[in-house]
């Protein structure tokens, strides 16, 4: 099971990345998140979306400016992030979920840096 973030990067507040999750070794999953870890802070889920239905949520902090989407073909869920403000540097971290057997088990990539700064 592996999960690899790509899209990280510099960008200046106000501006947009992609960040991208691809999942192997496993078909399918319940649900994938993105989390995020700033220096200092605890780590905070971000956004969810799960694989029946493609229901979402988001944390205040990013609602309006940022959307999780995926694409289960490929297993790979996507976060766009817009109207980046510096305080939504921290390192992302992709989170696949799965229910086997009535208990939930999370894998986890390596995490993307993302930093905003002018």
């Known amino acids: 099971v592996q999960l690899v973030e790509s899209g990280g990067g510099l960008v200046q507040p106000g501006g947009s990345l992609r960040l991208s999750c691809a999942a192997s070794?496993?078909?399918?999953?319940?649900?994938m998140s993105w989390y995020r870890q700033a220096p200092g802070k605890e780590r905070e889920l971000v956004a969810t979306?799960?694989?029946?239905?493609?229901?979402?949520n988001y944390a205040d902090s990013v609602k309006g400016r940022f959307t999780i989407s995926r694409d289960n073909y490929v297993n790979t869920v996507y976060l766009q992030m817009n109207s980046l403000k510096p305080e939504d540097t921290a390192v992302y971290y992709c989170?696949?979920?799965?229910?086997?057997?009535?208990?939930?088990?999370?894998?986890w990539g390596q995490g993307t840096q993302v930093t905003v700064s002018s």
């Open positions: 070794g496993f078909t399918s999953t319940s649900a």
């Open positions: 989170c696949a979920w799965r229910i086997i057997a009535g208990t939930s088990y999370d894998y």
């Open positions: 979306i799960t694989s029946v239905g493609g229901r979402t």
